[in-house]
């Protein structure tokens, strides 16, 4: 999603809470640099961060910017889950 114009469609069909990730080609790690908004529950609340997200992060062209990606939280039933990747481009 890159404009207010695509939240709601880029929302719509998905469970609240919502997770706001920022997607950049070069920020490899996104929670770090406030990159990840999560238990977003609310259109108004969304808009904002949605709008703050993009303020931060469109304008800055070192980041590689490329939009910002919604997804539904993993729910409580689940239960804490969590998952750490790595990966090395190996040049052979």
């Given at each position: 999603?890159?404009?207010?114009?695509?939240v709601?469609?880029?929302c719509?069909?998905?469970?609240e809470?919502?997770?706001?990730?920022?997607?950049?080609s070069?920020i490899?790690?996104?929670?770090?640099?406030?990159?990840?908004?999560?238990?977003?529950?609310?259109?108004?609340?969304?808009?904002?961060?949605?709008?703050?997200?993009?303020?931060?992060?469109?304008?800055?062209?070192?980041?590689?910017?490329?939009?910002?990606?919604?997804?539904?939280?993993?729910?409580?039933?689940?239960?804490?889950?969590?998952?750490?990747?790595?990966?090395?481009?190996?040049?052979?």
């Open positions: 999603v890159c404009d207010t114009n695509s709601e469609t880029a719509s069909g998905l469970n809470p919502l997770a706001l990730k920022v997607v950049a070069e490899s790690h996104k929670s770090d640099c406030g990159g990840v908004k999560l238990g977003l529950t609310w259109s108004g609340m969304i808009m904002q961060t949605f709008s703050d997200m993009m303020t931060k992060f469109a304008s800055d062209p070192s980041t590689g910017f490329k939009g910002m990606l919604f997804q539904e939280m993993v729910s409580d039933e689940i239960g804490p889950v969590e998952l750490i990747v790595g990966a090395k481009r190996d040049p052979q």
